[in-house]
Every structure is written in C-alpha cells, then in structure tokens.
C-alpha cells in the first residue's frame, strides 16, 4: 500500500497540485464559514459536511477527469486469434495520441471477460476479467499511431468471451 501512494505522489504533474490546492482552499473556506455560522446549527453542519465531500468526491473526480481531457488516447483492437497449441490470445491493436501533449509512457491493457445472455450481468463482468495483460509503449508523440501487440497467457477459458483494450498514458 505504501508503494501504490508513493507511486501516485511522485507521477503527479503540475496540474494536480494546482487542483488538490484550489480544492484545499475551498475546503478550508467552507470549513471556516462553517465555523463562524456554529450559532446557526443547520447551515454550520451543511456547509462543514458540503466541505468534506467537496474535498472527497472533487478531488477524485477532478483528477480523473482532468487525465482524460489532457492524456486523451484511442485504443482499437485490429484482430485477434486464439492460439490452438498454446494456452494464449494474440491481440493486435493501435494506439494513437489524440491529446496535445506528447505522452512519455502508456500502459496499455487488454482484459478478457465472460459474456452472457443479460445486459447487467455483462456489465458487471466487465469489473472482474478472466484475464489481463499489460503493457508498456514509450515516446508517443501527438497525433502519432502505434501498432501494438498484446499476448494474453495463459487463457484456458472455453466459452464466449469479449476483450476490451485501454490505455493509462502520462
């Protein structure tokens, strides 16, 4: 756990502190107009409360949406076979910078996962794969596009399957 957090510390950009410290900001002035309104109860307790899921749900939010508007990708899969002699997917895909930043690394993920004859359950499949590769495509520049090939191993499942391909670019 202490490596996952010291990981997301050391790769965040200038970006993320700007974020996280208007959002700090606006943390700490409801927080204290909450304070100065502790004579009206209803509206202290609102805005103190407002403050922490401001911080929470804002924070969370942000970041992630501010990494898809500034690292913007497309992924596609271009074909893919299922090897007869060997427990393994061979996935062929692109990758292209859509965003106006060069990106430096992208981490790109295939994931297999079951399907069915429901709508939610297929939905629901999607957050737990059968199978997942990833892996790691440098110096892309804008509005270049890479071919990519991914093997997924070992993949011993029978039944029908879809794969989804993405990528987490910096």
Same mark, same amino acid.
């Given at each position: ?19 996280? $410290?208007? !959002?700090?900001?606006?943390?700490? +002035? /409801?927080?204290?107009?909450?304070? %100065?309104?502790?004579? *009206? ?20 939010? $942000?970041? !992630?949406?501010?990494?898809?508007? +500034? /690292?913007?990708?497309?992924?596609? %899969?271009?074909?893919? *076979? ?89």
């Amino acid at each position: 756990m202490k490596g996952i957090i010291t990981n997301f510390i050391n790769n965040l950009i200038i970006y993320d502190y700007i974020l996280f $410290g208007i !959002l700090f900001f606006v943390f700490l +002035l /409801f927080i204290i107009i909450g304070i %100065i309104l502790r004579h *009206k109860v209803g509206i202290a307790l609102f805005l103190i409360l407002f403050a922490f899921i401001q911080l929470i749900v804002g924070s969370t939010y $942000g970041y !992630l949406k501010m990494h898809e508007y +500034l /690292f913007k990708n497309e992924t596609s %899969i271009t074909s893919q *076979k299922k090897l007869t002699f060997t427990q393994a997917i061979v996935l062929y895909g692109t990758i292209k910078n859509v965003s106006k930043k060069d990106f430096s690394s992208c981490k790109i993920t295939a994931k297999v996962y079951k399907i069915s004859e429901n709508k939610l359950k297929d939905y629901l499949l999607k957050f737990k794969p059968i199978n997942k590769m990833s892996i790691i495509e440098n110096d892309i520049a804008v509005g270049q596009e890479r071919e990519i090939k991914v093997i997924i191993e070992p993949f011993t499942y029978a039944y029908d399957y879809n794969i989804s391909l993405g990528a987490d670019c910096k």
